[in-house]
């Protein structure tokens, strides 16, 4: 019997009783579904989940990215990123983050598969962006109201850069491009208001000064870190998580080196039930 049990007051809970392994009917989907929603990430453990199986449960959330523009993919399976880190391939996700939010459309969810992690270190932390907004001061809410902030491919520079200089950072600028989104946001489904800003891909405000841009953003990056905001994630084999990116931001750790870590990720780029 699906069990779910919050973890934190402001994020996160765990899901046991059901099996990803298995095919699943449209109920424990539904309810699968009801507490992403009401947690904004869920994990699971204990998931021997392979490739198929991964893509079953992505697909009963909505439409599946074709793949991401930079990380590779697991050997035929081009919509399931794979994520291998040790001394030699140093991650780039540590970083406060939503996904893709340098697009116009940023993906609705990620559900990320734990092949093999290490003993110790390589915590996941998500942050709800929700409970961020509600703790906000209220003349803080009013400023914000009607805002837009631009965002970009942000730390992903680094990665164009390395394959090919400033030539190739800028023809990824050109390619990837750039999106404007509104800093306060209402998620689509839950209604609730949250902070639409991300340290990684979210340049300037729209129509402020840089200086004042930086003033507004450094104190919401700040201030949306709280450990009161945040749940802390300790992967084992097999374990599985999956987050609402429209609400939450995530920063994966990088205190495991040089030890092995290899992940499986699909990104679920529309919430099919969405209205």
């Not at 800028?170 to 839950?190: M, R, Y």
Request: net charge negative; proline share 5%.
């Amino acid at each position: 019997m699906l069990k779910v049990e919050a973890i934190t007051p402001a994020i996160g809970a765990e899901i046991s009783g059901v099996s990803l392994c298995k095919d699943l009917n449209s109920e424990t989907v539904e309810n699968i579904y009801n507490a992403l929603i009401r947690y904004q990430v869920i994990f699971f453990r204990e998931q021997n989940i392979k490739p198929e199986s991964h893509l079953k449960l992505a697909n009963s959330f909505g439409d599946i990215d074709p793949g991401h523009p930079v990380y590779p993919h697991v050997e035929g399976f081009q919509s399931i990123v794979l994520l291998k880190n040790y001394s030699n391939k140093m991650p780039d996700t540590n970083d406060w983050h939503k996904d893709f939010t340098f697009k116009s459309n940023p993906p609705f969810a990620s559900i990320l598969h734990a092949v093999s992690v290490p003993k110790i270190g390589g915590d996941t932390l998500w942050a709800s962006m929700s409970a961020a907004y509600d703790s906000l001061p209220e003349g803080w809410k009013k400023d914000l109201e009607g805002l837009e902030a631009i965002h970009d491919m942000g730390t992903f520079r680094n990665d164009f850069y390395k394959e090919g200089g400033v030539d190739s950072v800028n023809n990824a600028l050109k390619k990837v491009g750039s999106a404007v989104h509104k800093v306060i946001e209402t998620h689509p489904v839950s209604g609730l208001k949250y902070l639409n800003i991300n340290q990684s891909f979210t340049r300037n405000i729209v129509n402020e000064s840089q200086g004042s841009s930086d003033h507004i953003l450094q104190f919401l990056f700040k201030h949306m870190t709280k450990p009161e905001f945040q749940v802390r994630f300790h992967w084992e084999n097999n374990s599985l998580a999956i987050w609402d990116n429209r609400i939450t931001q995530h920063y994966a750790i990088c205190d495991y080196l040089p030890n092995f870590r290899h992940m499986h990720r699909i990104t679920v780029i529309n919430d099919k039930r969405e209205k």
